[in-house]
Structure formats: structure tokens, C-alpha cells
């Protein structure tokens, strides 16, 4: 029993050490990243009893911020916490709140997400927008919008640029969610690739500019904002050549291309809408390769029916190469898209690749001797003794950590 006590004391110790140690360890990463020592904010969420300890007159706020269901604070309150607040560094949660609104943030134009931190709104019933009106750029593996039914917009009309590696979803929100032209792109047309990605929602009605249509494609138009239908009495070709975006789904119906060689500039096809396709190809008898000469991404929420390709010339079929390279380029990935008439780049794999050579096997003294195909060793090496499995056992030494 005393041996007890005295281990549960020594633990305790050792743990609110390196509890203090932690963060001190945090803060400093926190300096690195440009925050000043007074801006960094140490409280687990913001309420009534932390809100003497935030850092109001920063433009640059360091922290993990957590407003959720016992954040015992007005919407004018928050308005008044963050309004100095123009770069966010480290987190961002908003949980199960009441609030309408989350434009007491509108000030933010970065937000910098430090190390497995992540910005999240979940579960906030009765918000019908981010209100996050100035805000440019975020930098966060983990990005989250979902579960709050009222929520009909994000309302981020200068976002610009989105840089994360793990989940973006924004989903399950109001029945007739939409995002604009500009919001899309900033998701979806960046460098990095996250590799979960969950968008269900509608395009916005746009605004239209001197490089973006609808409709009609323009002289010049380079971001084409609804469903593209291009037919065998489409007259406008050239004004094809610069297009780099579309949002929506392009529809190549029953043309006379024997390539795609037209699209020359097209980076991206987006469709958001989970009961369209981002690419149908249909018709086109003459039409020999499926490839686009600059593409980059093709994404869509429709997981099966994405990428369509039905009773266009038959070397598409036979072609496993130009398949893969489309699937590559589909996000989010999968093993039936796209689709030719039903075969998969596996079947076309599979049915245009040559079996290959059998060795010969003869029999000396009722043993079997394998001789391997032309071009083949016929030297046989052990390599059971360098095997992995073979070597002798490794010790692994679990190492446990107090996290407060």
C-alpha cells in the first residue's frame, strides 16, 4: 500500500512536469511561427471566466480557440474579442453553438493551422453562413464545415487559396447550400491534393466578369460557370481554346473531334452537385483520344458516374493508358472511374495485354526441370537467409506519455 501511494505521488510529479513542459515547448513553437508572447492566448476555450486573458489588440492571434456550447458569450462580445484580429495561428473550433453568424471572424484574412490542429464549425444549428468576408487564405491538414442544417452559404467572397493534405469536407448543410464560383476554386484548384474531400452543395448564382461566362462561352473566357453541352452544331470552337475552369459538367455530344486537342488550356472540371457528372463523352464516333492536353483535376461528388465515356470511337476501349492517366487526375479516386462503355482500365488491361510466355517443362528421372522463357535467367537464388522474418526478434519499448 505505502509502495503505492508512493508511486501514484512520483507520477503525479512527473506528469505535471511534463504537462508544464509541453507548453512551454508549444509556446516556443508558437514564437517560431512569428506570434509575439503576449498575443498567444492559453486558454482551453473562450467564455466569460478566460475572455480577461485574451489578447485583443493583436493582428496576428496565436492559440487553440474553441467557441462551442458553453462559450456563455453574445455575438457583439465576440465582435469586440477578435476585431484587431487579421491572422489566426494554431486552431480554430466552433461547436454546438447558438449563434447565427460567424462574421465576429470577418476580420480574418489567414488562418495557419499549427502541426495535427484543425479549424472545424460542427454542429451549429442555427448558423446560416461563415461570415468569413475578408478571409484569403487557409493553411490547415484538417478543414471542416458540416452537420449545421441551416447553413445556405459560406459568404467567403475574397478566398482565394486553400493548402491542406488530410480532409476537407464541407457537407450536410442546408438543402440549398451553395458556394460561389470563387470559393470553389479556392478549394479545389490548389496545389496540394487533401486525400479525403467531402463538397455537396450547388454553384451560386454568379456575378460575371470579363474572364468568366455562362451559357455561352465568351472571347476570352476563361472560367465557364455552369453545364458546358458542346454538339455537333457547336460553332464557337476557337473561343474554346481558353477555357482553364470549368464548374459544372462539360457534355461532349455526338461531335466530330478526333481529339480533345481544342481544349488546350483546360486545368480543371469541378462539379459539385452529386447527381451530375464532371465529364460525359457520348457519341462521338470519330473521336480516337480521350486526352486533354493540360488537365489537372477533374473532381465530382458523384462517386460512380463521374467520368462517362459511352459509344464513342472503339480505340477508346483499348486503350488502357490514356484511362489511367484520367483516373489519376479525378479526385476523389476510384477503382471504376472512369467509365468506357462499361470496362474499366483494369478490363482493358486485361484484355489487350499478352499472356505471358509459359515456361517449358520436360521431365528427367520424374523431375520436373522448369526452363524460363528467352531472355531469362536461368540462375535461381535463395534469398531466405537475408528474409526479414528470419532475423532475430527485435525489442520494442513502449514509451507512455501524461497529456493534460
Given at each position: 500500500?505505502?509502495?503505492?501511494?508512493?508511486?501514484?505521488?512520483?507520477?503525479?510529479?512527473?506528469?505535471?512536469?511534463?504537462?508544464?513542459?509541453?507548453?512551454?515547448?508549444?509556446?516556443?513553437?508558437?514564437?517560431?511561427?512569428?506570434c509575439n508572447s503576449t498575443c498567444i492566448y492559453r486558454e482551453d476555450r473562450i467564455?466569460?471566466?478566460?475572455?480577461?486573458?485574451?489578447?485583443?489588440?493583436?493582428?496576428?492571434?496565436?492559440?487553440?480557440?474553441?467557441?462551442?456550447?458553453?462559450?456563455?458569450?453574445?455575438?457583439?462580445?465576440?465582435?469586440?474579442?477578435?476585431?484587431n484580429a487579421k491572422i489566426l495561428i494554431g486552431g480554430l473550433t466552433i461547436f454546438d453553438t447558438n449563434y447565427t453568424t460567424g462574421s465576429f471572424l470577418s476580420?480574418?484574412?489567414?488562418?495557419?493551422?499549427?502541426?495535427?490542429?484543425?479549424?472545424?464549425?460542427?454542429?451549429?444549428?442555427?448558423?446560416?453562413?461563415s461570415g468569413l468576408t475578408n478571409l484569403k487564405n487557409i493553411s490547415c491538414n484538417d478543414f471542416t464545415i458540416s452537420d449545421s442544417?441551416?447553413?445556405?452559404?459560406?459568404?467567403?467572397?475574397?478566398?482565394?487559396?486553400?493548402?491542406?493534405?488530410?480532409?476537407?469536407?464541407?457537407?450536410?448543410l442546408a438543402s440549398d447550400f451553395c458556394m460561389s464560383g470563387d470559393e470553389i476554386k479556392g478549394f479545389l484548384t490548389t496545389t496540394t491534393?487533401?486525400?479525403?474531400?467531402?463538397?455537396?452543395?450547388?454553384?451560386?448564382?454568379?456575378?460575371?466578369?470579363?474572364k468568366s461566362c455562362t451559357k455561352d462561352v465568351s472571347d476570352g473566357c476563361t472560367d465557364f460557370y455552369g453545364d458546358l453541352t458542346i454538339g455537333p452544331n457547336f460553332s464557337d470552337l476557337e473561343k474554346l481554346k481558353s477555357l482553364e475552369t470549368i464548374i459544372g459538367t462539360l457534355f461532349l455530344n455526338a461531335t466530330n473531334f478526333i481529339d480533345?486537342?481544342?481544349?488546350?488550356?483546360?486545368?480543371?472540371?469541378?462539379?459539385?452537385?452529386?447527381?451530375?457528372?464532371?465529364?460525359?463523352?457520348?457519341?462521338?464516333?470519330?473521336?480516337n483520344s480521350a486526352l486533354f492536353p493540360s488537365l489537372k483535376r477533374i473532381f465530382s461528388t458523384s462517386p460512380l458516374e463521374s467520368v462517362i465515356f459511352k459509344n464513342n470511337h472503339e480505340n477508346l476501349k483499348n486503350d488502357p493508358m490514356t484511362c489511367y492517366k484520367i483516373r489519376n487526375s479525378v479526385m476523389p479516386s476510384s477503382l471504376w472511374v472512369p467509365d468506357f462503355d462499361d470496362i474499366s482500365c483494369e478490363d482493358m488491361k486485361v484484355v489487350n495485354t499478352p499472356a505471358p510466355e509459359t515456361p517449358a517443362v520436360t521431365q528427367v528421372l520424374g523431375n520436373p526441370i522448369v526452363t524460363p522463357p528467352p531472355g531469362h535467367s536461368?540462375?535461381?537464388?535463395?534469398?531466405?537467409?537475408?528474409?526479414?522474418?528470419n532475423s532475430k526478434p527485435i525489442l520494442l519499448i513502449s514509451l507512455f506519455s501524461c497529456i493534460f
Open positions: 500500500m505505502y509502495e503505492s501511494l508512493i508511486f501514484l505521488i512520483f507520477l503525479f510529479i512527473f506528469c505535471y512536469f511534463a504537462s508544464a513542459q509541453n507548453g512551454v515547448v508549444i509556446e516556443q513553437e508558437f514564437v517560431k511561427k512569428g467564455s466569460s471566466k478566460t475572455i480577461s486573458n485574451f489578447p485583443k489588440n493583436c493582428s496576428t492571434l496565436c492559440g487553440y480557440f474553441v467557441i462551442d456550447d458553453l462559450t456563455d458569450l453574445s455575438e457583439k462580445q465576440l465582435i469586440s474579442l477578435f476585431e476580420g480574418l484574412e489567414a488562418i495557419d493551422c499549427m502541426y495535427d490542429s484543425v479549424v472545424e464549425w460542427v454542429s451549429n444549428m442555427k448558423m446560416t453562413e442544417s441551416k447553413m445556405t452559404k459560406l459568404n467567403m467572397p475574397k478566398f482565394e487559396n486553400y493548402q491542406g493534405t488530410n480532409n476537407l469536407v464541407i457537407s450536410r491534393v487533401p486525400a479525403n474531400v467531402e463538397i455537396s452543395g450547388k454553384l451560386c448564382d454568379f456575378v460575371k466578369n470579363d480533345l486537342s481544342i481544349f488546350e488550356n483546360l486545368h480543371y472540371i469541378i462539379q459539385i452537385d452529386q447527381k451530375k457528372s464532371a465529364l460525359k463523352v457520348e457519341g462521338n464516333e470519330m473521336l536461368e540462375t535461381c537464388t535463395d534469398n531466405s537467409e537475408g528474409n526479414i522474418w
